[in-house]
């Protein structure tokens, strides 16, 4: 059976993917912060995967917790198949980057391009020796040619080093089987995150003509991480619906 690792896989868009990722068969062990009732939901609502899943409680933004997720994941199903970076905190308010606190600075850096950094310290190794791998990471619409993005800009320098860090690592790592992808989610909001796509409603903004949903993004994860999409690796996936999310905000 193919395991599966995912940050902050227990609500919104991460929680689709882990539902997705068991009924395709896989195993599961998922990252949480803090939320212990979403959690604990997630196993109660998946009951019948419960020999398929686990729950590690950590904080991304430190090593060490990052060391014992990968560490309680290897130990209790031997291998992992694929690792989905989920999680990566963003900071709402807008603010400009003069305006940004240090804090929030280091929390952006550390949450989505540090963490990475450790995940794949840890994980690699073990895809090396199965000769298997599937590394998925979250960007945002554009990444790949390192946009500015109003009152964003240290979420969005974080972004686009890691999808530079994403793309390195397809190239270093193709000769073991392993690939790296990034997915781009677009204006995906409130209980969207969690619904299907039969679900999805006309937002009035939308090209494709409906919201986007959570489905839509574990559709892309399982066909990234899919033993036959080896060619597909160095990739950035936009799944935006052909909405302009980036230009929504301009100073007036």
């Given at each position: 059976m193919r395991h599966a690792v995912i940050t902050a896989g227990s609500k919104g868009l991460g929680r689709k993917t882990t539902e997705a990722l068991l009924k395709e068969g896989y195993s599961v062990t998922v990252q949480y912060r803090s939320d212990k009732e979403a959690a604990e939901k997630l196993l109660h609502d998946l009951a019948p995967y419960k020999d398929h899943i686990q729950l590690v409680q950590g904080d991304v933004q430190q090593k060490e917790d990052l060391i014992t997720l990968i560490d309680k994941a290897y130990n209790s199903f031997g291998r992992i198949d694929v690792l989905v970076l989920n999680a990566g905190p963003y900071i709402f308010e807008h603010a400009t980057l003069a305006d940004y606190e240090e804090e929030d600075w280091h929390a952006m850096i550390n949450g989505n391009l540090n963490a990475a950094f450790y995940l794949l310290k840890q994980t690699i190794p073990i895809m090396r020796k199965q000769k298997f791998g599937r590394i998925i990471t979250f960007g945002f619409?554009?990444?790949?040619?390192?946009?500015?993005?109003?009152?964003?800009?240290?979420?969005?320098?974080?972004?686009?080093?890691?999808?530079?860090?994403?793309?390195?690592?397809?190239?270093?790592?193709?000769?073991?089987g392993i690939t790296a992808n990034m997915?781009?989610?677009?204006?995906?909001?409130?209980?969207?995150?969690?619904?299907?796509?039969?679900?999805?409603?006309?937002?009035?903004?939308?090209?494709?003509?409906?919201?986007?949903?959570?489905?839509?993004?574990?559709?892309?994860?399982?066909?990234?991480?899919?033993?036959?999409?080896?060619?597909?690796?160095?990739?950035?996936?936009?799944?935006?619906?052909?909405l302009d999310v980036l230009h929504k905000n301009r100073i007036k």
């Open positions: 619409q554009d990444v790949m040619h390192t946009p500015g993005w109003l009152y964003r800009a240290p979420f969005a320098a974080a972004k686009v080093g890691l999808a530079s860090l994403t793309k390195s690592i397809s190239i270093e790592e193709a000769s073991n997915i781009c989610p677009g204006e995906i909001l409130g209980e969207m995150k969690e619904a299907n796509i039969e679900d999805a409603t006309d937002d009035g903004k939308t090209p494709v003509g409906r919201s986007g949903t959570g489905e839509d993004i574990s559709r892309a994860v399982l066909f990234l991480a899919d033993e036959k999409a080896g060619l597909m690796t160095g990739s950035v996936i936009e799944v935006t619906g052909g």
